[in-house]
C-alpha cells in the first residue's frame, strides 16, 4: 500500500451519499464533503494523482474535480476497466500501484484488478466481500479521506506531513 501512485474514485456512493437531487429544470445536485477533499489535497502534495471514473455525466462533478484539481476525470463511462486500463498504460504504472474505490457491482471489474481496492462502509455486501479495506464511514461522509489516511499512515512520515499543512505549506481546497 506504501506504494500508490494513483487513486481513482467513483463519484455516486463513494464522493457523494449516493442520493440524486435533480431539480425541475433537470439540474443534477450532488453534495460532496470537505473532509475528503482535504484527503485529496494531502494525497497530491505527496505525489499520488487522481482520477475520477463515473458511469453519470454531472456538471457538479465537473465543477468539484475542477476545484479539487483532479488529474483526469472520465464521466458517463459505462465500461470503467476499459478507461483504467488506457489511464494505467498512458501513465505507465503497474495495477499494484493503484487504489480504486467503489461501491456498487458496476465497480467489481476494476476492484479485482488494483492493488489496493477500498469500499465506503455503505457498499454493497458483494463489493465489501471484494476490497481489502472497508472504510467506516459512508459515502459522502468523509470515507473517501479515512481510505487516504490509511494509505498515508502506511508510508510512514504521515506526522511530519500533517505538521507541514498546519505550518501552511500545504494549500488544498476543502
Known amino acids: 500500500m506504501d506504494n500508490i501512485k494513483l487513486i481513482v474514485l467513483d463519484v455516486d456512493g463513494v464522493l457523494t451519499d449516493g442520493k440524486l437531487h435533480i431539480g425541475s429544470d433537470g439540474e443534477e445536485y450532488k453534495s460532496f464533503h470537505t473532509q475528503d477533499g482535504m484527503g ?68 467489481l471489474p476494476i476492484l479485482k484488478v488494483v492493488g489496493f481496492p477500498c469500499a465506503p462502509n455503505n457498499a454493497v455486501p458483494l463489493v465489501k466481500q471484494s476490497v481489502r ?6 459515502g459522502g461522509e468523509g470515507a473517501v479521506r479515512e481510505i487516504i489516511e490509511e494509505i498515508l499512515s502506511k508510508r510512514g512520515n504521515y506526522g511530519e506531513l500533517i505538521e507541514d499543512f498546519i505550518a501552511g ?3 488544498g481546497i476543502q
Not at 494523482?49 to 472520465?74: M, N
Not at 479495506?133 to 459512508?138: D, G, H, K, M, T
Open 40 to 107: 485529496i489535497s494531502l494525497a497530491r502534495y505527496v505525489g499520488i494523482k487522481f482520477a475520477i471514473i463515473t458511469g453519470r455525466t454531472s456538471k457538479a462533478v465537473s465543477k468539484r474535480a475542477d476545484e479539487l484539481k483532479i488529474d483526469y476525470i472520465y464521466q458517463g463511462v459505462s465500461e470503467k476497466i476499459k478507461v483504467l486500463e488506457e489511464l494505467r498504460g498512458k501513465l505507465g504504472i503497474k495495477p499494484e500501484e493503484i487504489c480504486y474505490v467503489g461501491d456498487d457491482i458496476n465497480d
Open 133 to 138: 479495506y472497508i472504510a467506516p464511514s459512508n
Open 169 to 171: 505549506k500545504v494549500l
